[in-house]
């Protein structure tokens, strides 16, 4: 049985219809992950989930809770980790998790999650002095402080560097190990593809699809890409001569050559014969963003 079921919602603004017709259904113990564009109404569907924005139509079930109705009963079981969310500056770190842990009956050793987070030589440390990866630690540690059974995090790696968003993914990952079911929205690909058992794409309002990452890309037609940069010009009209070839783009001095088959081997050999050397070789196959574009009609990465 689904632990979340969100059935044909919808949100309207003065100006426009941020959530039009929305269902998804999240099964116990794993990442589902909810996909698309700034503005798309990702937030304010996960926000209608946790009961912090009304729907004007439809019905959202949460482990068999009205997130309206039963508001006081779903924050035992729903953790949230907002977009916007931030503490006081002069808060310091054990004074946020003390003062989150009075909300809840029976809240988890909040000593024991600093430990999990690597946060615990930051405890008396102020809000305003640790690092934005910190910050991010901090804020699941304040999702998780009341044992819940869900946890919502909302664009958790805006703004991190490298190194930071993949530390992060590595926590989220131990989280769900412990068995709390994660609803993770973001609009990287990257962050979807690592960590999502299965993925809803949502475009203009609108769910356009939902199925797992490898589900996601198999709905883009097969192929292959070479990309690489040529020592000398060639034609594109030599390279789409090529039984193997669909398709010629240029990216500044790289060119991306398209198709199936031997298509690797059609190109090196047509590029050998013209003494041509193929710099920063790379064969691609479709991702995520190249699934974004066949279901939208344009990447997110616009």
Not at 102 to 130: H, Q, V
Not at 243 to 264: A, K, Y
């Amino acid at each position: 049985m689904a632990i979340i079921e969100v059935d044909s919602i919808v949100k309207r603004y003065e100006d426009h219809t941020a959530v039009d017709g929305v269902s998804l259904h999240v099964e116990p113990g794993e990442i589902f992950g909810i996909l698309g564009p700034n503005g798309a109404g990702k937030t304010t569907t996960v926000e209608s989930i946790a009961g912090l924005r009304v729907p004007d139509e439809g019905r959202i079930s949460v482990a068999g809770l009205d997130p309206v109705r039963q508001r006081r009963e779903l924050r035992r079981i729903l953790g949230v980790q907002l977009q916007e969310s931030k503490l006081p500056e002069r808060l310091r770190v054990a004074e946020a998790m003390e003062l989150y842990g009075s909300f809840y009956p029976e809240p988890a050793d909040w000593r024991e999650l600093l430990d999990m987070l690597n946060l615990s030589a930051k405890a008396k440390t102020a809000y305003g002095k640790l690092s934005g990866g910190q910050q991010q630690r901090l804020s699941i540690a304040l999702a998780l402080v009341g044992r819940p059974r869900i946890a919502i995090l909302d664009e958790l790696t805006t703004g991190l560097d490298p190194q930071a968003r993949r530390d992060t993914w590595d926590l989220v990952e131990r989280v769900r190990d412990t068995g709390v079911t994660i609803v993770l929205v973001t609009h990287f690909m990257d962050e979807a593809e690592r960590l999502c058992d299965r993925i809803a794409v949502i475009d203009s309002g609108k769910v356009v699809a939902i199925d797992t990452p490898g589900g996601l890309t198999a709905r883009v037609d097969g192929g292959q890409r070479v990309r690489f940069r040529p020592s000398a010009p060639i034609d594109d009209a030599e390279l789409l001569r090529l039984p193997e070839v669909t398709d010629v783009t240029h990216h500044g001095t790289q060119i991306v050559v398209s198709g199936d088959g031997e298509l690797l081997h059609a190109v090196t050999s047509l590029l050998a014969r013209h003494r041509i050397v193929a710099a920063d070789l790379r064969i691609e196959q479709a991702d995520l963003d190249d699934a974004f574009v066949a279901l939208t009609g344009r990447s997110l990465r616009d």
